[in-house]
């Protein structure tokens, strides 16, 4: 399954990568499916892609983890946003 993925804000910054085409595992379904599959790169991603870490749209659209995905969806993933 083809997903694009587009990283900003921390995540962009500390795994010094703004896009990337990845090839993810047919099997994979969901949102938090697909992010526990990117943490097993490594370390670093494992800490910068922790569930409280991000956020995340599918398509330009915010969703939770438990978002389906699909052959040629656009994920962006950054940091939650704050206010004050």
Known sequence: MKIELLYFGR?????KLARETVQAPAHLQTLAELLAWLRT???V???????KRVRCAINQEFCTTSAAIKDGDEVAIFSPISGG
């Open 11 to 15: 995540p962009g910054e500390n795994l």
């Open 41 to 43: 790169r490594s370390a």
């Open 45 to 51: 991603w494992e800490h910068e892609l922790a569930d």
